[in-house]
């Protein structure tokens, strides 16, 4: 596994990303991660190292770019604007093609507000072959005025959507979850969802133990791979 911090260029402005490739030089799938409210942390880079081991090319952009420093996480989730977002990611889906050995097919995944990304991602970019959210918030919430939801943008959902959710989050609560799942069903989108009893909001963040829990992380990981071994192919 070889990993690295990387610059690329979105309107003409550096972003960081931190990019991981497999040690084989065969063509590979790619994924980008859409990091959770605390950016770019240890739990992330884990995330784009967890899916080179699984054979995976990763990227992980910085989604706070735009934003000045010194704010604390909820102040700089809020200045977030869904073209935006969408631009950074589809600059992060451009960098992965243009690694060497090829990469290809393209996924993405992403946690907490960047499950919010990944919906939205898969709603907006028809390159995408599967997308999977753990415990996605705020899907019902535009960011930027005039912008529609994720949740309004479900008609336009290209991909299979994996969905990972704790019995117990409030955002996305479990009537969230039922909500979003009924609309999917309702407009034939491929999807399947899961959810964990006794775990809340960001189970999956091992340095948040008072948020952690290891048999829902234990179990969500394999799911994961085998969802996106099954559709990246």
Known sequence: MTARWVMMKVEGKDVRCYVGMPDHDRPR???VVAHHAS???EPMLDT????????YAAVLPDLFHRQPAGLQNTGRVGLLRDPEVVTDMNAALALLKSLDPKV?????TGFCMGGRVTFLMA???K?????????GGMLFK??????PTPFERSAHVGCPVLGFFGAEDTNPSPADVAKLDAELTRLGKWHEFHSYQN???AFMNFANQERYRHRASQSAWPQLVAFFDHFLV
């Open 29 to 31: 799938a790619g994924i």
């Open 127 to 135: 390159e995408l072959k599967a997308a999977a959210l753990f415990y």
């Open 123 to 125: 709603a907006s970019n």
């Open 199 to 201: 775990a809340g909001h």
């Open 48 to 55: 784009v190292h967890r899916l080179n081991r699984a054979g």
């Open 39 to 41: 950016g770019q942390d």
């Open 104 to 108: 290809g097919p393209l996924g993405v």
């Open 142 to 147: 535009p960011w930027g005025e005039g912008n």
